[in-house]
């Protein structure tokens, strides 16, 4: 175990816990609160219990628990309830904490839940997936989806604690790890040059001796953005910055109902829209965007769409992206590599091309 990172928000500061496997430790925070006479629950996911029963068992014991279905279709409305109603069963109470267990699914929709239940009560975030340890396990960020859009209802909710412990990406399938590459690539052209010219040197893998060193440092950069913009609301720059991609990505899950590319696979097509997009506004020449596309697809991501989806499709979903501002587009567009900007006036014509460039129809 290495020391923590704390996230710095005021009252509402909590760690990240690093570390190979986090057991003891899990364990011991577990007993504390239990000690103190207030109740805990857990939510997990099916393939999490079957792939680290023996670690979840290790640190969680016997805590009730609610298990669900993996996969982006578990973030709705009625597994929402679902968890309202178990944590409602239990009889929980506003001192009570909620144990989430998972990837970014789970994040979300457990973290939802906590901001929702008694009108908030306390959470842990447990990432067992690469994108969940690196990203969505950290800033607050929960939501669910509706038919009409990604995370369009959800609320700004932050953790009691991250607990990332390492061991967990073991069982990963390997697709699920590429997934949090997209992430981790997101973080190099965001403002970490230096990360990004170490993942175009040497694809990151699960046995990588670096991978515990770059989760931290994706981990600190996330920590001082949300810090700096926790409810992002800053007019240019801030926390949207890392939706680098995902204005694209969005709109591929939703158009694909949710279930033909993980959110990282999505993202990392959004990543190269991006890099083409701020190549037609005249910040990035081609051989830069091909080192975007380059060192995606050497960490097993794809870089176009499957099959050709339509271009009106995707516009529409954009539309009813969370981001729009006063009936507006927003994206996230890198003025170099290393270096992003928001940009709420393009001009649909550049957006077009972009899409079209990763396989829209």
């Not at 009252?11 to 190979?20: D, L, T, V, W």
């Not at 176009?304 to 009813?320: F, G, K, N, Y």
């Not at 501002?325 to 927003?330: I, P, Q, V």
Request: aromatic share 4%; net charge neutral; proline share 4%.
């Amino acid at each position: 175990m290495v020391d923590p990172i704390t996230v710095k928000l005021g009252e509402r500061s909590y760690p990240i816990h690093f570390g190979h496997h986090l057991r003891s430790l899990v364990r011991s925070e577990v007993d504390q609160v239990r000690a103190a006479g207030r109740k805990l629950v857990v939510v997990t996911d099916r393939h999490l219990v079957a792939a680290q029963g023996a670690a979840l068992d290790a640190m969680v014991g016997d805590l009730p628990r609610l298990v669900l279905e993996p996969g982006e279709k578990t973030k709705s409305l009625g597994e929402l309830g679902r968890i309202l109603d178990f944590m409602a069963e239990h009889r929980l109470d506003r001192s009570s904490l909620l144990v989430v267990v998972g990837g970014g699914v789970m994040g979300d929709l457990g973290g939802f839940a906590a901001a929702s239940f008694l009108r908030g009560i306390g959470f842990w975030q447990l990432p067992t997936t690469l994108l969940a340890m690196v990203d969505s396990s950290v800033g607050g960020k929960t939501g669910i989806n509706l038919a009409a859009g990604k995370n369009l209802v959800g609320a700004f909710h932050q953790p009691k604690a991250v607990f990332i412990a390492t061991e967990l990406l073991a069982s990963l399938p390997a697709r699920e790890f590429a997934a949090g590459m997209a992430e981790v690539i997101k973080y190099g052209l965001l403002g970490d040059p230096g990360l990004l010219a170490d993942l175009e040197r040497s694809p990151l893998t699960v046995e990588s001796p670096k991978l515990a060193a770059v989760i931290r440092r994706c981990c600190e950069a996330k920590a001082r953005i949300v810090e700096a913009d926790e409810f992002e609301r800053a007019k240019e720059g801030g926390r949207a910055l890392l939706n680098l991609g995902h204005t694209f990505g969005h709109a591929i899950e939703q158009v694909t109902g949710y279930g033909a590319y993980l959110h990282g696979e999505a993202v990392a097509i959004g990543l190269v829209a991006a890099a083409r997009l701020s190549q037609e506004l005249g910040h990035l020449t081609a051989a830069e965007v091909e080192r975007v596309r380059r060192v995606l697809a050497n960490h097993a991501l794809p870089v176009r769409l499957h099959t050709p989806l339509p271009w009106p499709e995707l516009l529409a979903a954009m539309s009813r992206d969370k981001k729009v501002r006063a009936g507006r587009l927003r994206f996230v567009v890198l003025t170099s590599l290393g270096e992003a900007a928001t940009r709420d006036e393009v001009d649909l014509a550049p957006v077009e091309a972009a899409f079209r460039s990763v396989g829209a129809a």
